[in-house]
Nanobody
Framework: QVQLVESGGGLVQAGDSLRLSCAASGRTFGSYVMGWFRQAPGKEREFVAAISQNGAIYYADSVKGRFTISRDNAKNTVNLQMNALQPEDTAVYYC?????????????????WGQGTQVTVSS
């Protein structure tokens, strides 16, 4: 079982950068695929990025070239570097962990979720 705590959100201007961090508990962090999802008010939760147990990386088309996901299994952390932020990136960002390996872009692959961290981008 994994507990996740996100940090690093905030209010920034368009074009700025933020680095989100997710701290995970547990002794088996390396056995989970780690993902980032986001949800804006009135919208469905959407996939942002994921990194598998073996280091395979997946991005939503909307963030390719701007966001970078990474993990440090020794420190039980996963990070999301967000560059060139735009107002449409405004959302609550959630860190998620799951044992699934087939469909890392799908939220049903994830068993554990953090509380979320707010990212607001002003124009």
């Amino acid at each position: 079982q994994v507990q996740l705590v996100e940090s690093g959100g905030g209010l920034v201007q368009a074009g700025d950068s933020l680095r989100l961090s997710c701290a995970a508990s547990g002794r088996t962090f390396g056995s989970y695929v780690m993902g980032w999802f986001r949800q804006a008010p009135g919208k469905e939760r959407e996939f942002v990025a994921a990194i598998s147990q073996n280091g395979a990386i997946y991005y939503a088309d909307s963030v390719k070239g701007r966001f970078t996901i990474s993990r440090d299994n020794a420190k039980n952390t996963v990070n999301l570097q967000m560059n060139a932020l735009q107002p449409e990136d405004t959302a609550v960002y959630y860190c998620a962990a799951g044992a699934g390996r087939l469909y890392p872009r799908d939220d049903y692959e994830y068993d554990y979720w953090g509380q979320g961290t707010q990212v607001t981008v002003s124009s």
